[in-house]
């Protein structure tokens, strides 16, 4: 079905033989396989759709020379349909993550990221030195140390493997991430990436302002509890 070939055409030089498949560059293929002796592959589609990849092996005689070619087609349509769903199900992920204002990350079962989101891309280039090496392909275990501080590295650390591992459906900490101007705080959320390939989905959100109003009642209550400890007591008579 590739190439177009008659039970008469035995004997005739390959290069008589023409493809179905635009810009199929098979002659210059078996020139590199001849020369290197190594074996080709290329993907390739036909009119039809259908998905092939090629593959040509140099064949050797019995006196171990170079005596010709293999040449098979194996149909990868399932795969390739499979790639491009995938494909798809990786941008509608990267849209849905984009219009999140906290810094999220997608990591597979081994702790590499393979995803964020614009947030998180913008907030580790924006605080060089507390996230150096947080991109796709890095371990985020082992990145999420220098940013977080020993203590809550670990705790986050064992959250993010707990449900990894599915022995937590979900998990969530405040944590500090101050900078050199200003004391930061974050949330961090891990819940589990909804696919086969497992995986957990990472959000870090800003709650400085609510941190701050958490402190300034807690002075505030403070201050109130000590004017009532001061105040002289009051005696009522009837």
Not at 111 to 129: K, L
Not at 136 to 144: H, T
Not at 176 to 187: L, N, T
Request: proline fraction near 5%; charge should be negative; glycine fraction near 6%.
């Amino acid at each position: 079905d590739v190439l177009n070939l008659l039970p008469h055409d035995i004997g005739r030089p390959i290069e008589h033989i023409t493809s179905r498949i635009k810009d199929d560059d098979m002659i210059s293929d078996l020139g590199k396989v001849e020369a290197s002796q190594e074996p080709r592959e290329r993907e390739l589609i036909t009119p039809e759709g259908t998905w092939l990849l090629r593959r040509i092996l140099p064949y050797q005689n019995g006196d171990k020379q170079p005596g010709g070619f293999v040449i098979t087609f194996i149909d990868i349509t399932a795969h390739k349909l499979a790639e491009a769903a995938e494909a798809e199900k990786h941008a509608m992920l990267m849209a849905i993550l984009n219009t999140s204002k906290s810094n999220m990350a997608v990591i597979d079962r081994e702790g590499i990221i393979v995803a964020t989101n614009e947030a998180w891309n913008r907030f580790y280039r924006d605080n060089a030195g507390l996230g150096e090496g947080a991109g796709v392909g890095v371990n985020y275990l082992k990145a999420c140390r220098p940013s977080l501080g020993d203590s809550y590295a670990t705790e986050a650390s064992r959250l993010i493997k707990d449900v990894l591992a599915g022995r937590r459906s979900e998990a969530n900490m405040d944590y500090p991430c101050h900078a050199k101007d200003r004391e930061r705080w974050f949330w961090m959320n891990v819940s589990p990436f909804p696919t086969a390939t497992g995986g957990a989905v990472i959000r870090h959100t800003d709650i400085t302002e609510r941190k701050q109003a958490e402190h300034s009642l807690r002075e505030s209550e403070l201050r109130f509890r000590q004017m009532a400890d001061d105040a002289p007591a009051l005696i009522w008579q009837s």
